[in-house]
């Protein structure tokens, strides 16, 4: 189950309730649109737009050209469905996160990467492009800026990013470009030490909460 908060409410999204539904963009079947699958992050936009990453089924559905389910979802906060963009861009997509100039950063734990999407990109069901990203980076790897089954995401008061390279058992701190500022943590039980940490969330002082899976 993965919660935000936004406009005096709380929003769920669990992967065992996510399902393709047919009521939004109008597939002529009435089938794979809208909805989410398989949703793994939900981030709240400055403008109030929530964005759900979706996982998707796995496999190419027939027909389609791609797995269209895989994508990211745009929906007001009166749950009125937008659109979708960025559909079969990404192979195993962990966390997301909005910068200050409401660009969607995505981060994909198999390619070792984080891509950005401009917000406002909508296709119509079922189009996908090779690579709608206006940036994409990331090296794979246990060095100093690389990464390693990147997951969670968020961005700082100063609009940088806070990553949980949680491969590597540490947080990592990057420019918006990807510009390596910092990071820390290291593998074991003990303070200030990870096992595959994944989520990631600040508080008003900038505090910063960590959700390590493996302790």
């Keep these: 189950m993965i919660t935000t908060s936004a406009a005096g409410r709380t929003w769920h999204f669990s992967h065992a309730l996510g399902r393709p539904t047919g009521e939004h963009n109008g597939a002529p079947d ?6 989410s699958y398989y ?3 939900i981030a709240m936009a400055p403008d109030g737009h929530i964005f759900v990453i ?9 027909g389609y050209g791609g797995d269209v389910l895989l994508r990211i979802g745009k929906t ?8 979708d963009f960025a ?6 997509p962990a966390g997301i996160a909005i910068s200050q100039d409401g660009n969607v950063y ?12 401009a917000p406002d990109k909508i296709l119509a069901f079922p189009d996908h492009r090779p690579d709608e990203s206006i940036n994409r980076w ?14 969670g995401i ?22 918006k470009n990807g510009d390596y500022i910092s990071s820390w943590g290291k593998y074991g039980p003990g303070e200030g030490e990870f096992k595959r940490p994944w989520g990631l969330c600040l508080d008003n002082d900038q505090n910063v909460y960590v959700a390590d899976w493996g302790n």
């Design 30 to 35: 009435g089938s794979y649109t809208g909805g």
């Design 39 to 41: 949703p793994m992050d």
């Design 54 to 62: 979706s996982r998707g089924i796995g496999y190419e559905l027939e």
């Design 76 to 83: 007001t906060i009166d749950e009125n469905h937008i659109g």
């Design 87 to 92: 559909r079969c861009g990404f192979v195993w």
């Design 106 to 117: 995505v981060t994909d734990e198999f390619e070792n990467t984080v891509s950005v999407f």
């Design 138 to 151: 990331g090296i794979a790897g246990s060095g100093i800026g690389q990464l390693t089954n990147p997951s």
């Design 154 to 175: 968020v961005f700082d008061a100063d609009d940088n990013i806070l990553i949980s390279d949680s491969g590597n058992h540490r947080i990592q701190k990057f420019t």
